[in-house]
């Protein structure tokens, strides 16, 4: 009852919004000689990624778009699905009920460890980590794991504002490698957490994190949960504002993995990444900032996104604290 107190959503342009597009061609500049990291090798078809592309991407809740370099280069949207696959089931499943099942405490190691789920008595811990992840993708209605992929598909394309599809070369490569991730799941099983057959949850899951997206796209589906829910350029209602406020809050905490406090200590925002290059940072009630550059540090977070968008998070007044 101490927490019956209604939150106010703000909204507002970016500060210094006249300038955005000139910062983010600085951003672009600024970083597009930076060499660090590796490209992620373990899903085979992910180490013939280009090293050299760099896209950044800045939507604002009013809706001003601003792209500089491969903004518009496909690439999987890989864990950064797993923030709004969350959003979806807290607007399916209510706060409480995804909190028990999927957690909201940082591991403090690996996304895919399989040591975090033992210590914890099999409890994912959270919705970004792997485990978490195929846990919140087995919440998703529908009454064959086909209707809960086009639920997910259908979910993230309204967080776009456009049709997503599949990479199946992506696809076809994980799903040809991902023991680990059917361990995990048979794990979950095993503690009685997840009903359902594993191994097809973990295809569902699979396939999402094999939606072929663009830093753009992820500027604007970032931008819906700035935006309290409504997509900024299509105007569609997808999530309400309560729902963006829970998944922001479990982002913030653990969307960089075990380098989310660092993250956060430095740089002041949620942010989601993923092994194919991509990050998407989240200003409640301003706008999102996305990169996408394929190399990585070794917690599986591109060194060059990084990078750009803390840059665009000091240079635009971004910082939530
Ligand atoms: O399950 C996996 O390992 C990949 N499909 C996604 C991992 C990922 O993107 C981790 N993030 N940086």
Redesign the pocket.
Known sequence: AWLDVPQQVSTGALPGWDRVEEIVREAHSRFSAERGGRVADY?PVLAEADPDLFGLAVIEVGGGLHDAGDARHPFSI??ISKMFVYALAIREHGHERVRDIVGVNNTGLA??SVVALELNDGHPMNPMV?AGAIATTALMPGSTTAEQWERVREGLSAFAGRSLSLDGVVYAS?AAT?ER?RALGWLLRSYGRLSGDPDEVVDV??RQ?ALSVTAHDLAVMGATLADGGVNPVTGERVVSAEVCRDTLAVVASTGL?ERSGDWLFEIGLPAK????GGIVAVAPGKGAVAGFSPPLDDA??SVRSQMAIGYLSRALGLNLF
């Open positions: 899903i890989q864990s996304f895919n792997n994980e991902n991730n899951y699979t994190c993995y990444s993923g092994v194919a599986g977070n």
